[in-house]
């Protein structure tokens, strides 16, 4: 068994290195944590990785940020800068948009919100992985970090094992749904913590179609995007996520009933 | 499919490794003797070819067989420790977790100073559930929650801030 920071009592007892760090930022409006795996040689290196990871949040949180009103995003949308006059990184995120808005049928479209182009639905995801990515560079044998709900993770708690991740029960805050095993990013969107904040790209008006709605795969940018189309497009939006190399999905309509992608990788 | 044994020895230690909060202290982190239990959360679909209906029945996980991993102490009879001292956004918090034949039976706050009226209010509200979310991750045997996005307010209610705090694993 993996020992983590174990054992330092008030009499002094000797404190060892730990093999699991940790750490809680807060950030876009929510809270995301991080559960990071080292050898006691890496530790020092991890938590100089996960500085670093907590300030590419903040960058990604700084530049596209919606409800700050003087947010390179917001002036975007607002049409006081252009795009060339933007920070690039917002020109490469809305390329992903733009992919992401294809392979989901229509059904993630940033540019079918009110009020201009908007890419909140893919950019914590985006930033998770790139805060992932930091961990990842600096050696760090696993870890997984989790963006207000939305998971992205490598390596597993244990070695030969995948990260476990329940999906939540929408109408229980400590009800389970489900459990996957992470094949690198789990995303959830649902209403029953914000209320009804997605748009049906079809019609203009807030809308969804399930209760929750859950996209696994290898990358969380995508995930993030597809679990928001799925939520307004309900189970029918299922076949454009079966389609895509990679990709699983989960549903729970309004009446409780579960449907998913034929390989959704529910965990025994 | 193999699956990750529950270490409550590890979920003890996790409580010191919840140091990772940003600006907390950590005090004491004492919490030895703990063994643990796993369990078999009950799944959902199982998934077949193309897309699949079935309705959650049983939305929860259920307690099933159980795989014990070697502690450094004993796992029977009850023991108390108190958990890590935390300092974390909303005020602070110390765990009272009590062990009965190696697992959690109880987990209650010790100290509980939240900063300011709102936060003691969060508190109120978020504590009763902290242990029965303990509780739930411990047989799910999870490591971590997918869900709607929540707002830092509700972070303290929700079952990650549980696993954070706690260190379930």
Redesign the interface.
Known sequence: MTTTETVANSAGAVRHPGRVIRRVHPVMGTMVSFDVRVSDAERSTALVALARACARLDRADAVFSTWRPNSPMSLLRRNMISLAEAPAVIAVVLELCAVARDLSGGWFDPWAMPGGVDPTGLVKGWAADQALRELRAAGVRAAMVSAGGDLATFGGPEPGLAWRIGVRDPWAIDRIACVVESPGAVATSGCYERGLHVVDPQTGLADARCVSATVVGPELWLADALATGLLVAGEVGLAHIEALEGYEAYVISERGEAATTGSFPVAE | ?????I?L??TA??L???????TQKL??????GLSGVGT??T??????????????GS???TPGSSST???TSASTGTHTALGADVQ??YGELELKVTVTGGKITNVQPAIDNAFDPRSAQVNAYAEP?LE??TL??QS?????????????Q??V?????AL?KL?I?
């Open positions: 499919m193999r699956r990750a044994p270490v020895a590890a230690a996790g010191a490794a919840v140091l990772g909060f940003h005090r004491t982190s004492v919490l030895s078999t959360p799944s959902l679909p199982s998934g077949g070819g193309g897309t699949t209906t079935t309705t959650p939305s929860t996980t991993t070697p502690s974390y956004q559930q029965s979310q739930q991750a799910a045997n999870i490591n971590g929650v997918s869900g709607a996005t929540y707002t830092s509700a972070y209610q929700s079952l990650q801030a954070d260190g694993k």
